[in-house]
């Protein structure tokens, strides 16, 4: 196939050597793309780093022989990883397990009793060793996302009811000795905790890599941790090419940024692929809305053979929600009904978040990341109707509520594979990458509230994102009604 004038143009830009950066809306070709480019230099040493590695397995069945596909984490483990080896078939580890290694009431202070911080309500909460030890290892993880030298304040995780600064700085007097003491014990090949994969592409990045390559291709780079960002910002004796789309960055919630931006900012010339070939003008136009409202670079143009319709769908091949429990109420009313429903990612998920209410409901701990700020599941529910911020964990209390933990655990044992199932559900987060025929967007993406002086409608851009994500997951039908209220909205944030 022939290349499009945008294509072409981002040939031509490689041939001039310069660090490129490339804005590829939903569907616009970008893997084609720089297969073009890899080609049309045979002679260059190239490696293109890939997002997950069933995408780098896949590449390198179609690009050229000079240039490696991989992921980041192959590459670290090649040049570091490989004297962890031992330590990363290790059996599984519990937070209490971890924090009896490391004599987590010695690190942080309080030997004796269970020490315990005020959350955001003023409510009490509790903090034993094992939900301590899982804070510090969350830590050590977004910290390994990141390209600091250190661990810091900054790397706490920021969970529903301990997000503001009194209670921040609380938790980091607990917290912090005990991660800065697993850091310590990970980097031993010999140590005793429990050892993943981000922990060696952390100590790839440290040591200051130089890959062995003219061109450096980077793709999805709108969701790219800190820390490979930085690895790739610091081979200046190679050229490099960034690839992504900044209206699709939805992870930044768990310590991803957006190279493209970075790189730009660096003088990186940018250009932009704007022929979606997954759907026609009705699909785009909608998308359209949604890149107008973050002010993103580009607009898409649909590809006219697509007959694409937007619409009411009655039967859609695919349902996306915006959160684990909206997908889960999807689940049980499509199970009612007699159908075979598939969940994108398997319940496990939704199976730790409910057997993590039924502890709360029971009057026990849990450490599970949505709800360790909690220590009963009333000061759940009183979350939820305080604070704006506690929209998400809102469908997860209606459900438990309306059905019980037990019949969401149950509900998960009954789930079918995506290869027999009529309908797929899935949240927006876990559709990237993914499109079906017909797609309906649920009615969990709830609408912003206006604000009460003025009543204007804010919506957060991560938020906007995520729906431009959803929407362009349709190839022929898109039923996006849950989202007419983006008409309203008059202002974005963040």
Same mark, same amino acid.
């Given at each position: 196939?022939?290349?499009?004038?945008?294509?072409?143009?981002?040939?031509?830009?490689?041939?001039?050597?310069?660090?490129?950066?490339?804005?590829?809306?939903?569907?616009?070709? !970008?893997?084609?793309?720089?297969?073009?480019?890899?080609?049309?230099? +045979?002679?260059?040493?190239?490696?293109?780093?890939?997002?997950?590695?069933?995408?780098?397995? /896949?590449?390198?069945?179609?690009? +050229?022989?000079?240039?490696?596909?991989?992921?980041?984490?192959?590459?670290?483990?090649?040049? &570091?990883? !490989?004297?962890y080896a031992?330590?990363?078939?290790? #059996?599984?580890?519990?937070?209490?397990?971890?924090?009896?290694?490391? $004599?987590?009431?010695?690190?942080?202070?309080?030997?004796?009793?269970? #020490?315990?911080?005020?959350?955001?309500?003023?409510?009490?909460?509790?903090?034993?060793?094992? !939900?301590?030890?899982?804070?510090?290892?969350?830590?050590?993880?977004?910290?390994?996302?990141?390209?600091?030298?250190?661990?810091?304040?900054?790397?706490?995780?920021?969970?529903? @009811?301990?997000?503001?600064?009194?209670?921040?700085?609380?938790?980091?007097?607990? &917290?912090?000795?005990?991660?800065?003491?697993?850091w310590?014990?990970?980097?031993?090949?010999?140590g005793?905790? !429990?050892?993943?994969h981000?922990?060696?592409?952390?100590?790839?990045?440290?040591?200051?890599?130089? *890959?062995?390559?003219?061109?450096? *291709?980077?793709?999805?780079?709108?969701?790219?941790?800190?820390?490979?960002?930085?690895?790739?910002?610091?081979?200046?004796?190679? =050229?490099?090419?960034?690839?992504?789309?900044?209206?699709?960055?939805?992870?930044?919630?768990?310590?991803?940024?957006?190279?493209?931006?970075?790189?730009?900012?660096?003088?990186?010339?940018?250009?932009? *692929?704007? %022929?979606?070939?997954?759907?026609?003008?009705?699909?785009? $136009?909608?998308? @359209?809305?949604?890149?107008?409202?973050? /002010?993103a670079?580009?607009?898409?143009?649909?590809?006219?053979?697509? #007959?694409?319709?937007?619409?009411?769908?009655d039967?859609? /091949?695919?349902?996306?929600?915006?959160? @684990?429990?909206?997908a889960?109420?999807?689940?049980?009313?499509?199970?009612?009904?007699?159908?075979?429903?598939?969940?994108?990612?398997?319940?496990? /998920?939704?199976?730790?978040?409910?057997?993590?209410?039924a502890? *709360?409901?029971?009057?026990?701990?849990?450490?599970?990341?949505?709800?360790?700020g909690?220590?009963?599941?009333?000061?759940? %529910?009183?979350?939820?109707?305080?604070?704006p911020?506690? =929209?998400?964990?809102?469908?997860?209390?209606?459900? &438990? $509520?309306?059905?019980?933990?037990?019949?969401?655990?149950?509900?998960?044992?009954?789930?079918?594979?995506?290869?027999?199932? $009529?309908?797929v559900?899935?949240?927006?987060h876990?559709?990237?990458?993914?499109?079906?025929?017909?797609?309906?967007?649920?009615?969990?993406?709830?609408?912003?509230?206006?604000?009460?002086?003025?009543?204007? &409608?804010?919506i957060?851009?991560?938020?906007?994102?995520?729906?431009?994500?959803?929407?362009?997951?349709?190839r022929?039908a898109?039923?996006?009604?849950?989202?007419?209220?983006?008409?309203?909205?008059?202002?974005?944030?963040?």
């Amino acid at each position: 196939m022939d290349p499009t004038p945008e294509q072409a143009e981002a040939v031509a830009a490689y041939g001039d050597g310069i660090d490129l950066v490339l804005q590829a809306g939903a569907g616009c070709g !970008k893997s084609s793309t720089l297969k073009m480019i890899a080609r049309s230099d +045979p002679q260059a040493r190239m490696v293109y780093i890939a997002y997950n590695r069933s995408i780098a397995t /896949d590449a390198q069945k179609s690009f +050229p022989t000079n240039a490696t596909c991989a992921t980041a984490h192959s590459l670290a483990f090649h040049a &570091v990883g !490989k004297q962890y080896a031992g330590r990363l078939g290790g #059996p599984r580890q519990t937070a209490h397990d971890a924090a009896q290694i490391l $004599d987590v009431p010695r690190l942080c202070g309080v030997p004796a009793g269970v #020490p315990r911080i005020v959350g955001d309500l003023g409510q009490i909460v509790a903090m034993p060793s094992r !939900k301590i030890m899982r804070t510090a290892l969350e830590t050590v993880t977004r910290f390994c996302y990141s390209a600091d030298p250190e661990i810091t304040a900054a790397h706490l995780p920021r969970r529903p @009811n301990l997000r503001l600064p009194k209670t921040l700085q609380q938790l980091g007097e607990l &917290v912090l000795p005990v991660a800065r003491a697993a850091w310590t014990d990970l980097c031993r090949p010999d140590g005793r905790l !429990k050892f993943q994969h981000d922990h060696y592409l952390k100590l790839w990045a440290l040591g200051g890599p130089r *890959l062995a390559a003219d061109v450096v *291709l980077l793709d999805e780079a709108q969701d790219t941790n800190d820390v490979l960002a930085d690895v790739i910002r610091r081979q200046e004796h190679a =050229q490099r090419i960034v690839v992504g789309d900044s209206a699709q960055q939805i992870y930044q919630w768990r310590g991803a940024n957006d190279a493209l931006a970075k790189f730009t900012a660096d003088g990186a010339q940018q250009l932009t *692929l704007s %022929r979606s070939f997954r759907f026609g003008p009705a699909v785009a $136009d909608e998308a @359209n809305r949604w890149l107008f409202i973050i /002010d993103a670079p580009l607009r898409l143009i649909g590809h006219d053979p697509v #007959p694409s319709v937007v619409g009411p769908v009655d039967s859609p /091949d695919a349902i996306l929600c915006r959160t @684990n429990a909206g997908a889960m109420a999807v689940v049980m009313d499509a199970l009612k009904a007699g159908r075979k429903a598939a969940l994108v990612g398997g319940g496990g /998920d939704m199976q730790r978040l409910a057997r993590a209410a039924a502890a *709360l409901m029971a009057g026990r701990e849990t450490d599970h990341p949505e709800l360790a700020g909690f220590s009963s599941w009333q000061q759940v %529910r009183d979350y939820c109707e305080q604070e704006p911020d506690g =929209q998400d964990l809102r469908v997860l209390v209606q459900l &438990v $509520d309306a059905h019980g933990a037990d019949a969401i655990i149950a509900t998960t044992e009954q789930l079918a594979g995506e290869d027999v199932a $009529d309908l797929v559900v899935s949240t927006a987060h876990r559709s990237k990458g993914r499109e079906w025929d017909r797609v309906r967007v649920h009615s969990d993406f709830r609408a912003p509230s206006p604000d009460p002086k003025t009543g204007h &409608v804010t919506i957060r851009r991560e938020e906007a994102r995520l729906a431009y994500v959803a929407v362009t997951r349709a190839r022929l039908a898109l039923d996006a009604a849950a989202l007419a209220w983006v008409s309203t909205v008059t202002a974005v944030t963040g």
